[in-house]
T-cell receptor, first 113, second 116 residues
Framework: AQSVTQLDSHVSVSEGTPVLLRCNYS??????LFWYVQHPNKGLQLLLK??????LVKGINGFEAEFKKSETSFHLTKPSAHMSDAAEYFC???????????FGTGTRLTVIP | NAGVTQTPKFQVLKTGQSMTLQCAQD?????MYWYRQDPGMGLRLIYY???????DKGEVPNGYNVSRLNKREFSLRLESAAPSQTSVYFC???????????????FGEGSRLTVL
């Protein structure tokens, strides 16, 4: 079975401060993990993905995530938040060869000027 | 490239009416998906098509039907709409997974459906 838990439904940070969005996963097989971003009234855009290569994955717009198998975590970070980062973020898990992908319930990021 | 295109973007229905959401992708992807998004629940899979000619139920298939018309197109039909089907619907596609590769999803812009 596969599932994802996003530990915070809402995170609020000040502009210029670090961002941490937390994701824990459960997977019976070697997982592939993704982070997507959704701006208001838009579709979802891929930020980054982990597919069993380097455990530290760099994505677009300065985001990165680290795969930690021992902690079953794939937290998303950014050193310095920008106003344009305000959006909803989804963590997603699947496994190689699987047809289905499982979404977390999302974390809404608010950036305070 | 257009990517994944969904129509219509907005629709209001009365309870019991039927409608079809259309989705087309121009990336030569094998797999296509329909999700619904509701506040606080993330995205839930309705149906998917792993390849042309196949369709399978997802997490919340009741009240919906799908057709994989060809490799490019995957439609979602509501036969008798209910207020519980008020949601934002997303179509997605991906190349599919193979040896050493796990494809990511590419999403359309969404279709906002209200059932009165």
């Amino acid at each position: 079975a596969q599932s994802v838990t996003q530990l915070d439904s809402h995170v609020s940070v000040s502009e210029g401060t670090p961002v941490l969005l937390r994701c824990n996963y459960s997977s019976s097989y070697s997982p592939s993990l993704f982070w997507y971003v959704q701006h208001p009234n838009k579709g979802l855009q891929l930020l980054l993905k982990y597919t069993s290569a380097a455990t530290l994955v760099k994505g677009i717009n300065g985001f990165e995530a680290e795969f930690k198998k021992s902690e079953t975590s794939f937290h998303l970070t950014k050193p310095s938040a920008h106003m344009s980062d305000a959006a909803e973020y989804f963590c997603v898990v699947t496994s190689r060869g699987a047809n289905n992908l499982f979404f977390g319930t999302g974390t809404r990021l608010t950036v305070i000027p | 490239n257009a990517g994944v295109t969904q129509t219509p973007k907005f629709q209001v229905l009365k309870t019991g009416q039927s409608m079809t959401l259309q989705c087309a992708q121009d990336m030569n992807h094998n797999s296509m998906y329909w999700y619904r998004q509701d506040p606080g629940m993330g995205l839930r899979l309705i149906y998917y098509s792993a390849s042309e000619g196949t369709t399978d139920k997802g997490e919340v298939p009741n009240g919906y039907n799908v057709s994989r018309l060809n490799k490019r197109e995957f439609s979602l039909r509501l036969e008798s709409a209910a207020p519980s089907q008020t949601s934002v619907y997303f179509c997605a596609s991906r190349l599919a997974s193979g040896r050493g590769y796990t494809g990511e999803l590419f999403f359309g812009e969404g279709s906002r459906l209200t059932v009165l």
